[in-house]
């Protein structure tokens, strides 16, 4: 067994330990909930949950940092540069955002709704940028870059969140077309202003 690969009880520890926070969080919210109550939730010892994380807090974070880690790993398209991304493949890196925010909705929709964290979606902004701007490092400097970019990303986070927030109202179909069309247009005319 290699140095790099995790132990399953460890992962299966883990995956508890987030589920039931996150099901606390809906019944007592952020503020209230103890370590202690995690571990009960979880069915583990306290102590267990200290072997993984060193606080409330630094968990919170690390729940962050694997959002966006599962988002930049899903951004991660096979093009050498964003200059060479076409519609069909934007389309294809959006559905990628959504089916993984999909597959982990608890998650997300509990960052959004319960307040625990009023920056949740700065780190969402964050996880595209570090995607574009690997795209596109000759530009990272370019002003009109930075406020574009600073523009698109932020809409589309606002988007996603609105898509988090509501889904129920929305077919993610209809609702990834209408963010193809308005952000790779967007970008495409971006992108031809600063060659």
Known sequence: MGKDKVDLRILK???AIKE????LVQTKGYERITVQDIADEAMINRNTFYLHYVDKPEFMDKL???SVQNLNACLSLEVSSIHEMDKDMFSTMIKT??????ANMIFFKTMLTQNIHPNFPIYLKDAFKTFIFAGISDFRHDEKMKIGLEYMISGLVGAICLWIVERENYKMDDFIDHLSEIHYHNMVDLLKNTR
């Open 64 to 66: 962050f940092q694997e």
């Open 13 to 15: 520890t883990r995956k």
């Open 97 to 102: 955002i959504f089916d993984n925010i999909d």
């Open 20 to 23: 039931a926070f996150l099901r």
